[in-house]
């Protein structure tokens, strides 16, 4: 558990810091911000929607850590968008399709890792082809095959993985 989610538990119930310490595990390991999970694991156990200040006040976040969480879930697809009490205000539901919840990580998390990846590899083949160790390209040149063979793997298991995880 964080230590915002620790420091915060006296204005929680027993139920609410539960769900946003499993949330929060969640989402360290998947690498995001801990305000990710947080935010996540209030919405998802919360009867009500909630609004960016409804967190900063109940998770003890500061502004910029709510914006940025609100903003990463919103990316991702898990957050849904829905009419308050106050009009003036933007207030936010946790989503709980799981296909699109998977999708939107997909999309905007690994992805652009495996793009980027990709880009890097073009670089390493450079570097490989001016090798003048005949021995050496060889090995490089078949290790960075097998890299190759695993990212083309990589792109085809997320669309499986997507329809397997979808409700």
Known sequence: MSDTVANSQSDLSEIESAAIAYFCDGVRVLGLP?????IYGLLFISQQPLAQADFVARLKMSKGSASQGLNLLKALGALNEVEG??????YFEANLNLKRLVGGFIRNQIRPHLRSGEAKMDGLLEIAERESDPEQKAFIQERLGKLERWSQRGQMVLPVLQRFLGE
């Open 34 to 38: 801990p305000s990710v999970g947080e």
């Open 85 to 90: 009490p106050d009009a003036r205000r933007t």
